[in-house]
Structures are given as C-alpha cells and as structure tokens.
C-alpha cells in the first residue's frame, strides 16, 4: 500500500514564475491538506481539500490555489513566485472519518 | 485560536537515558494532540496521538506521551533512548470544538542522543 506521495522531489523557479506541485493521497483517504515549512520552522498550514473543493484556508494569499481531482489527488499551485516561498511543501492525507493527516516527502521548491 | 508551545530548541541526551520532549497547547476546546518526527530531508512520520481515553498514549518506536488536561501539556517520552532516535520533533494539535480539521504545529524540537 503506497503512501503518500508527491512531485517533484525538487524545483528551481525564479522570482514570478508560476509552479504547480502534486500529491497523491495515502489510499482509502479522500482528504488532502498542504503545508508550507520554512528552514527551521514547523509547518504552516496552507488549505485543505475535501469533494473537490477548498474547505479551510490558512494566512496565505490568493497567489496559493488548490485543486483536488476525482480520484483526491491534489495541486498546489502558486503564481508570481517570491523569494520567500522557498521553502519545503508537505502535503498530507486523511480520511474524512478519522483525525490522522500522514505526509508525504515533500516537495523542495528554491526560487532565485 | 490554537497553539502549540515547544519551549525547547534543542534537546541532548545520553544513549540509554530516559528522554522528554515538551509540548504545551492552548485551544478552545477540546484537544486531539499530536507527535511527529522528520529526519533530514524527509517528510514527517506520525508518532502517537491523543484523541480521548487514556492520558498516556503509546506510539512507534517505544515513544508514549502523556496527556495532561490541567496543565495543557502533552509531553513526548522514551524510557531509554537510541542513537537513531535523533531527528526533528513536532507537536502538533488540531481544535475540535468546531471540527476544525487545521492542524497547528509547533516549532519543532531537535533531540540529540549522545552515544
């Protein structure tokens, strides 16, 4: 049973450029959250997705936008990219039944 | 709104010493608490979780935390300590009194055990 996963490991952007990070969710769950953990700090909660729609959103701009997709996987999307979203993105998967988020390895994004 | 206080930066300790990692929380309602730990350049693992029941909560590893309602904390222990138990700690906790699925982590705590 494959857990969680995301793409890429890695990504080298320059400031306004456009990314979109994906996850896969652990399966049987049918929740995606995404997190944003800066060097030396915990993760920051950025939204989750449940049915394919946005149902909690964290301090982050409009710039941050989701999708999830029939089959629950998720995209994190984030435009006009800027030096300070470097950083390691998490995505994390639950079931709408039980309280447990599980993480994927995340995805190190580096914008210059 | 919920928080979660690490007071810790960094925790050492001897190989085979007992080890506890400090987490306290603040949330309107009820808790369900969290641990996880990250190794470098990894994803976070989950450790143990208090939902309800019993205060002290066993997880992977030989790590259990204890739950204590009065004191809001929900500290990270291990009898005797391993090596390959150095990594990055998080707490974490997630508010239930609006079902609030948000998770809020601490800062994180780097524990170090000496060989």
């Known amino acids: 049973d494959a857990g969680v996963t995301q793409s890429p490991t890695h990504l080298i952007k320059t400031r306004g450029q456009q990314v979109t990070l994906r996850c896969s969710p652990k399966?049987?769950?049918?929740?995606v959250s995404w997190y944003q953990q800066a060097l030396g700090q915990g993760p920051q909660f950025i939204f989750q997705y449940y049915e394919e729609e946005e149902r909690q959103r964290g301090n982050f701009p409009d710039r941050f936008s989701g999708h999830q997709f029939p089959n629950y996987s998720s995209e994190l999307n984030v435009n006009a990219l800027l030096l300070g979203d470097s950083a390691l993105y998490l995505c994390a998967s639950s079931s709408s039944i039980q309280e447990t988020q599980y993480f994927g390895p995340g995805t190190r994004l580096l914008v210059l | 709104a919920q928080s979660v206080a690490q007071p810790e930066d960094q925790v050492n300790v001897a190989e085979g010493n007992p080890l506890t990692v400090k987490c306290t929380y603040s949330v309107s309602g009820n808790p369900y608490l969290f641990w996880y730990v990250q190794y470098p350049n990894r994803g976070l693992q989950f450790l143990l979780k208090?939902?309800?029941?019993?205060?002290l909560v066993k997880g992977s590893y030989g790590f259990e935390a204890e739950f204590n309602k009065s004191q809001t904390s929900f500290h990270l222990k291990k009898p005797s300590a391993l090596v390959s138990d150095s990594a990055l700690y998080f707490c974490a906790v997630r508010d239930t009194i609006r079902r609030d699925d948000k998770i809020i982590f601490g800062k994180g705590t780097r524990l170090h055990i000496l060989p």
């Open positions: 208090y939902i309800t029941g019993d205060n």
């Open positions: 399966s049987g769950h049918d929740t």
